[in-house]
């Protein structure tokens, strides 16, 4: 079951290691990935009516989240380091959850993909408004994070199913 073709990240002793994309062809990769926060429709109100005593919630978030990225590779074990051409984080209130959606877009011209400074971008931004909320509502819940798409690299482009 544990071949090296099945998982890349072991070495012939089962051990882990960074696995070698230097011989890849350097190319144009993006992914995108999203998730949510809910929370008590008090708490989403004083998040959008920008009355969170710590600060602008939406905005700093988006901050978390593209430092998030930027940091992917120090946060993942056996992530390679990227240099992101550009991540968009856009956070989004939503009265009918109520919480708060989050969607980033992660750009790279590498030889390995950005799926995880996508992810990583998304899952920094929910934590982070948890972090500015928990005081006034622990009960909040994250969730839905997930692949939307990726594409280029030699295994192609892909979509999730909505």
């Given amino acids: ?44 109100r004083a998040i959008t009516a920008g009355e969170n005593p710590k600060g602008n919630v939406l905005v700093i978030a988006q901050i978390a989240g593209i430092t998030g990225a930027k940091k992917t590779s120090e946060l993942i074990p056996l992530c390679h380091p990227l240099s992101l051409s550009g991540i968009r984080v856009d956070v989004e209130p939503d009265a009918e959850l109520p919480g708060v959606r989050v969607r980033a877009e992660a750009r790279v011209r590498e030889r390995t993909g950005v799926e995880m400074e996508a992810l990583t971008a998304v899952s920094c931004a929910l934590l982070t408004i948890y972090d500015m909320c928990k005081a006034n509502d622990r009960g909040m819940e994250i969730g839905g994070v ?14 999730a199913e909505r």
């Fill in 146 to 159: 997930r692949l939307l798409s990726k594409a280029g690299g030699r295994s192609g482009d892909w979509s």
């Fill in 1 to 44: 079951m544990t071949n090296r073709a099945e998982f890349p990240h072991l070495d012939e002793q089962q051990r882990p290691h960074m696995v070698d994309v230097g011989d890849k062809a350097v190319t144009d990769r993006r992914a995108a990935a999203e998730g949510w926060i809910r929370t008590s429709p008090e708490m989403l």
